[in-house]
């Protein structure tokens, strides 16, 4: 109920190229649902995050679609650039209260010149 | 925005020796603390969660004697690894919920290498 599910666990595209990053919840709280960006030695920092209430939300490149049937939401970047290649987890958490949140396993990018 | 300044960035210590990892919210007061712990190549695991002026609860299979946390005012949080051994070295980091705009702060993490 708690997990999160994250995938690809890797991910290579060219420079310019759209990957996209999935990640699916069970536990029906959870009502906030960030992304991070984590460079080797860092601490994650927030990219985007998204509540139930909208099915779509963009900040510059990236876009975080949400579908809340199916308990899923997915992280694209636009226009990839290789100062993207990082690693990214998905979280989730509920708002209300600010809990723990619960971290996907993680997808390394690599995105190549 | 909100910031969680965190020390030391890396520190090496010797088995049985004990290390003091501090999060200082900046420019908000930080009522909650979540401690992670990060392997290479893995995700964040929670370790526990503190709270200002009370005891930190604990994640299941983390040992509370081993890992002290503190939670003394609303703007530090330490974490205190006793008697460290090798299999405690790993990547420590903290955070905490930005009540103000929202979301939860990270700090930079600490490597934590015990030789």
């Known amino acids: 109920q708690q997990q999160v599910k994250q995938s690809p666990q890797s991910l290579i595209v060219q420079k310019g190229g759209i990957p996209i990053i999935n990640c699916a919840y069970e536990?029906?709280?959870?009502?906030?649902f960030p992304w991070y960006q984590q460079f080797p030695g860092k601490g994650p920092a927030l990219l985007i995050a998204?509540?139930?209430?909208?099915s779509e939300k963009k900040e510059g490149r990236f876009t975080i679609s949400f579908n809340k049937s199916a308990k899923q939401f997915s992280l694209h970047i636009m226009d990839s650039q290789p100062g993207d290649s990082a690693t990214y987890f998905c979280?989730?958490?509920?708002?209300?209260?600010?809990?723990?949140?619960?971290f996907g396993t993680g997808t390394r990018l690599l995105v190549s010149p | 925005g909100a910031v969680v300044s965190q020390h030391p960035s890396w520190v090496i210590c010797k088995s049985g020796t004990s290390v003091k990892i501090e999060c200082r919210s900046l420019?908000?007061?930080?009522?909650?603390m979540f401690w992670y712990r990060q392997f290479p190549k893995q995700s964040l695991m929670l370790m526990a969660t503190?709270?200002?002026?009370?005891?930190?609860?604990?994640e299941q299979g983390v040992e509370k004697d081993k890992f002290l946390i503190n939670h003394a005012s609303l703007t530090l949080s330490t974490l205190t690894v006793t008697s460290a051994h090798p299999e405690d070295s790993s990547f420590y980091i903290c955070?905490?919920?930005?009540?103000?705009?929202?979301?939860?702060?990270f700090g930079s993490g600490t490597r934590l290498t015990v030789v």
């Open positions: 420019d908000f007061q930080a009522t909650t």
């Open positions: 955070s905490a919920p930005d009540r103000g705009h929202g979301g939860y702060t």
């Open positions: 979280a989730a958490s509920t708002y209300t209260g600010f809990q723990k949140l619960v």
């Open positions: 503190s709270n200002e002026g009370s005891k930190a609860t604990y």
């Open positions: 536990n029906t709280a959870f009502d906030y």
């Open positions: 998204i509540r139930p209430d909208v």
